[in-house]
């Protein structure tokens, strides 16, 4: 069974920074694109940055120059460094992979439970 497993969320003044951890445990051959969402209450879900297994990466306007997203294929581990926080950041943030149980089976999409990040004073 694969597991996505988020970390770091938490409370957070205006301004302040959180770093996000996704780590992918299990039983999985390889891991392709990674990527964090969020969604806020009564909000759709959305991108906010996302990572290819090359190391290419993309982010969502609103979180340019303050979000980076790395990661560590050697911990099968994702990064999301949050600085700048502002409250209209405040969601759920997601992690979400493409992984492969073998080198002959296809690429499945999995998630994580999600954690919370709340920005306020």
């Known amino acids: 069974q694969v597991q996505l497993v988020e970390s770091g969320g938490g409370l957070v003044q205006p301004g302040g920074s959180l770093r996000l951890s996704c780590a992918a445990s299990g039983s999985f051959f390889s891991i392709n694109a990674m990527g964090w969402y969020r969604q806020a209450p009564g909000k759709q879900r959305e991108l906010v940055a996302g990572?290819?297994?090359?190391?290419?990466?993309n982010y969502a306007d609103s979180v340019k120059g303050r979000f980076t997203i790395s990661r560590d294929d050697a911990k099968n581990t994702v990064y999301l460094l949050m600085n700048s926080l502002k409250p209209e950041d405040t969601a759920v943030y997601y992690c979400?992979?493409?992984?492969?149980?073998?080198?002959?089976?296809?690429?499945?999409?999995?998630w994580g439970q999600g954690t919370q990040v709340t920005v306020s004073s």
């Open positions: 990572i290819t297994s090359g190391g290419s990466t």
């Open positions: 979400s992979g493409s992984l492969r149980r073998s080198s002959l089976s296809s690429w499945s999409i999995y």
